[in-house]
Nanobody
Framework: QVQLVESGGGLLQAGGSLRLSCAAS????????MAWFRQTPGKQREFVAR???????NYADSVKGRYTISRDNAKNTVYLQMDSLKPEDTGVYYC???????WGQGTQVTVSS
């Protein structure tokens, strides 16, 4: 089982930026895409962004143009750069190995208006 640890969340005002990190316990990047999801109370976990090993990306419409997912395969780490944050971006952000049941513990992002 791969262990994933997210970090970088915080409390900030609308319009600000944050960079989330997700470190994997072992090298799995050679085979699997990685993804970020987020969840708010009372809602299902929703897809945010995805990246393949060779760097192909796709995003949810709600974050397109504001978020950037990237990965450093040498460091077993995936990142989520979040710019122009809005209050509706608030939630717990999770990273996952696509196609597995491996999830991190999540990191809280709170954006105030």
């Amino acid at each position: 089982q791969v262990q994933l640890v997210e970090s970088g969340g915080g409390l900030l005002q609308a319009g600000g930026s944050l960079r989330l990190s997700c470190a994997a316990s072992r090298s799995i990047f050679s085979r699997n895409p990685m993804a970020w999801f987020r969840q708010t109370p009372g809602k299902q976990r929703e897809f945010v962004a995805r990246i393949t090993y060779d760097g192909n990306t796709n995003y949810a419409d709600s974050v397109k143009g504001r978020y950037t997912i990237s990965r450093d395969n040498a460091k077993n780490t995936v990142y989520l750069q979040m710019d122009s944050l809005k209050p509706e971006d608030t939630g717990v952000y999770y990273c996952t190995v696509v196609g597995t049941t491996s999830w991190g513990q999540g990191t809280q992002v709170t954006v105030s208006s």
